[in-house]
Nanobody, 114 residues
Framework: QVQLVESGGGLVQPGGSLRLSCAAS????????MAWYRQAPGKQRELVAV???????NYPDSVKGRFTISRDNAKRMVYLQMNSLKPEDTAVYYC????????WGQGTQVTVSS
């Protein structure tokens, strides 16, 4: 059974940084496009970063230049480096495939507040 386990969230001041990690128990992990999503209270889940099997990345304008997604296929890990965090980045962050078809993990809470 596929399992996604996110970690690394926490409370950070505006302008600060966090690095999120996702451990994925997927047998053919290297073949998957992976992504990070987030869901703020009262809002729909949104895509914040995508990385293809070949390492190409894409971001929405809201996080471009501040967030960086990366992956380690040998460790079956996906990472999200978040810099220059803003209060509007506060959300629960999840990893999943690029199409969101895997079983969702519990997510990791990121709170940006002074």
């Amino acid at each position: 059974q596929v399992q996604l386990v996110e970690s690394g969230g926490g409370l950070v001041q505006p302008g600060g940084s966090l690095r999120l990690s996702c451990a994925a128990s997927i047998s053919v992990f290297s073949a998957y496009t992976m992504a990070w999503y987030r869901q703020a209270p009262g809002k729909q889940r949104e895509l914040v970063a995508v990385i293809t099997s070949g390492g190409s990345t894409n971001y929405p304008d809201s996080v471009k230049g501040r967030f960086t997604i990366s992956r380690d296929n040998a460790k079956r890990m996906v990472y999200l480096q978040m810099n220059s965090l803003k209060p509007e980045d506060t959300a629960v962050y999840y990893c999943n495939s690029g199409r969101g078809i895997l079983t969702w993990g519990q997510g990791t809470q990121v709170t940006v507040s002074s």
